[in-house]
């Protein structure tokens, strides 16, 4: 696609509900990151993938938290058992590689936990 | 760990230069960005420096880094009420692949 997708753009759920959040990076690039951003700060990392594989996972808060990108293009953020202290923008970004230095955020998700 | 650093405010009239400063606590930075979000929007990537250069200009961009110092500041020149928005300053770390923000400066243009 021309940019970076996330989908939805807003997602409210209630405390203990299973979420799924989903990016579509750009066609081609194989390096794809997952960031928070709550309100009033800047975004922190989560995750990196390069292609399929989690190359560094270390930005997870707790095993609430994961991400999968089976065939190394889409990927889907998912959280278990929500909290009320999920609550965040959900930035995803991808870039043409590891090594390149320009990446590329998508709108992201907003997700309320009530 | 790493740091990132910013004033959080800023505010000047249409027509003068705004300066964002920043400073950053990893001495092996790679990278160092500057990104603007705009409200409910994501981040767009405004500019970078490689961290052995001290100056990149781009357009009504400038870019000056002080790697002694870990200072790391964006001009913009002719500041327009549209460049009104949140601008976050990020560092690379030793490698290229994640990115550690600042909390971010917001800058209000007024005309």
């Known amino acids: 696609g021309a940019g970076v997708s996330q989908t939805p753009s807003n997602k409210v759920t209630e405390k203990g509900k299973y979420v799924e959040l989903r990016c579509d990076p750009i066609?081609?690039?194989?390096?794809l990151y997952w960031y928070r951003q709550s309100l009033g700060q800047g975004p922190e990392f989560l995750i990196y993938f390069q292609g399929t594989g989690a190359a560094d996972d270390s930005g997870l808060p707790n095993d609430r938290f994961f991400a999968v990108r089976p065939e190394g293009s889409v990927s889907t953020l998912k959280i278990q058992r929500t909290e009320r202290g999920d609550s965040a923008m959900y930035l995803c970004?991808?870039?043409?590689?590891?090594?390149?230095?320009?990446?590329?955020f998508g709108q992201g998700t907003r997700l309320t936990v009530v | 760990g790493e740091d990132v650093e910013q004033s959080l405010f800023l505010s000047v009239r249409e027509g003068d230069s705004s300066v964002i400063n920043c400073t950053y606590t990893d001495s092996s930075s790679t990278y160092l960005y500057w990104y603007k979000q705009e409200p409910g929007a994501g981040l767009q990537l405004l500019t970078y420096?490689?961290?052995?250069?001290d100056m990149k200009q781009d357009q009504r961009l400038t870019v000056l880094l002080n790697k002694k110092d870990k200072h790391l500041s964006l001009r913009i020149a002719d500041t327009q009420t549209g460049d009104s928005a949140i601008y976050f300053c990020a560092e690379s770390g030793s490698g290229y692949s994640t990115l550690t923000f600042g909390k971010g400066t917001m800058l209000l243009v007024s005309p």
């Open positions: 970004a991808s870039s043409p590689g590891p090594t390149n230095t320009e990446a590329f």
């Open positions: 420096i490689f961290s052995n250069m």
């Open positions: 066609s081609g690039h194989t390096a």
